[in-house]
């Protein structure tokens, strides 16, 4: 009996060392013609990925996307045709981590970190004195408050920001529900690297789908594309070291917060309601409350999370109101 169990765990071992290095899947089309349409710039050592689109003529008017946790800047695709059609030009880019950039480790990644590397592309494209429009998502939000705090305080001048929009993101610390596999990774100590190594579409596409509304669904075609984002350059094993800016948010809560409130930049929210992350109407009352000159576009009932992908002409609708209301 007990040579069984040995031979069981001798053929288990190599089992277990293939599955955690399974390369990663391959691009589909559609995410493969993101990445061909984009560039990449150096920022210090590592390599940037962004897509930078000329658009409106008679327009001079530029936007800089600012995508969420866990995804990539391919969470603006299905509006990137529309905005095109309204600004001179399209920007996004993939943070450090995320995407096609590069995912170092071991690595201390900060919101301060991404934040450099916003001005880092706009210097790279020599946009350093050229008004901005930000719309951010989530973590993007994050960075774009970091961002206004720069701004407000003349602290670099290489973005000068002409408005701001926010979406579904931790704004307020207080009103943040992590997810509970995000709350083990982050303060999961020697556990963390071991969980991100086990990762897996399965749990990656159960976990995500819980921040999407239920007739929102990505198609398992999007979530492959996610998944297939995440695990380029091995991002999977970053995750927890990204993570560490849920406790960033608390530690600089005033700094960030401060931002919004003692800005005069036009401030817009668009916001789905059903996101379990940052929930109604806790979310969206104290919003309300600290920023009441802000305008705010509320989505239908059923959409979470990730408005852009689940409502993409109402979320689209929506950012050109606010744009076109100044």
Known sequence: MK???????????????????????????????????????????QNIFYRDSSGALGSSDIVVLLHGFPTSSYDWYKIWEG?????????????????????????????????NI??????????????????????????????????????????????????????????????????????????SPIITRLMNYYFFSRGLGAVFGPYTQPSAAEYWDMWTAIRTNDGNLVVDSILQYINQRKKHRDRWIGALTSTSVPLHLIYGPLDPVNPYPEFLQLYRKVLPLSTVSVLDDHIAHYPQLEDPMGFLNAYLNFINSF
């Open 118 to 191: 916003v001005e880092g592309l706009l210097g790279h494209l020599g946009l350093r004195n050229q008004r901005i429009n930000l719309l951010s998502h989530d973590y993007g939000d994050t960075v774009a408050q970091e961002l206004l705090h720069r701004y407000e305080h003349n602290k670099t001048g290489c973005v000068l920001i002409n408005s701001l929009c926010l979406s579904n993101g931790g704004i307020f610390p207080e009103t943040h529900y992590p997810r509970f596999i995000q709350k083990i990774l982050k303060d999961g100590g020697l556990l």
């Open 83 to 115: 905005l095109t059609q309204r600004f001179h030009r399209v920007i996004a880019l993939d943070f450090v981590g995320f995407g096609f950039s590069d995912k170092p480790r071991p690595h201390r990644y900060s919101i301060f970190e991404q934040a």
């Open 3 to 45: 040579e069984w169990w040995i031979q069981v765990g001798l053929l288990s071992v190599p089992l277990l060392a293939v599955y955690l290095h399974i390369p990663p899947p391959k691009l589909s089309p559609a995410l493969h013609s993101w990445r061909a349409s984009g560039r990449f710039f150096t920022y210090k050592t």
